[in-house]
């Protein structure tokens, strides 16, 4: 993020699937260098989530257990949180595991998927069994979503009141 801007919660509406889930994931990959998935125990994993997990393990920079991350807190429980690099490569991965932002819930996938600037903060955050996604963008980013992808200016809507 440039300077030391304000940054704007935005809610991403509506489904975000096939041609809007792509355009958000390759923005988002070009213009931040992590993302994390969350992998609860309790709630299992299949056999696609395990091999999306090994295709990813050459990117992981940590995994470490934690009781909350951008979205959510667990009052009883642990879950392991795997932060990996965003690089084309990564970017191929997660477009090729889901179609859909909804998409990113055990036990198909991983859960959550979030992405994060430099300093870990969150410019993506998704919770997805309650189907809450947000944006936290400068002004200056998110006029480079807009200029990127027009279509998502009637897909945001302010978390501010």
């Known amino acids: ?3 030391n801007q304000t940054l704007l919660d935005l809610r991403l509406c509506g489904p975000i699937e096939d041609n809007a889930f792509r355009a958000l994931v390759e923005w988002l990959g070009g213009n931040f260098p992590r993302a994390l ?3 609860r125990p309790d709630l299992g994993l299949s056999a696609t989530g395990h091999g999306f997990l090994r295709r990813l393990d ?10 909350e991350w951008p979205g959510t807190v ?3 429980d642990l879950a392991e949180i795997i932060i990996f690099r965003l690089c084309p490569e990564t970017i191929d991965l997660l477009l090729g595991a889901a179609e859909d932002l909804s998409a990113w819930q055990q036990p198909n996938l991983p859960e959550d998927l979030c992405v994060l600037r430099e300093d870990m903060t969150p410019a993506m955050v998704s919770t997805t069994h ?3 996604f947000t944006l936290h963008l400068s002004q200056s980013e998110l006029a480079r979503l807009f200029k990127n992808s027009p279509d998502f200016k009637k897909r945001l809507a302010s978390l501010e009141g």
């Open 37 to 39: 998935v969350v992998v």
């Open 130 to 132: 309650e189907d809450f």
């Open 74 to 76: 667990l009052t009883d």
């Open 58 to 67: 050459r990117y992981v920079e940590s995994r470490r257990m934690e009781s």
């Open 1 to 3: 993020m440039e300077g």
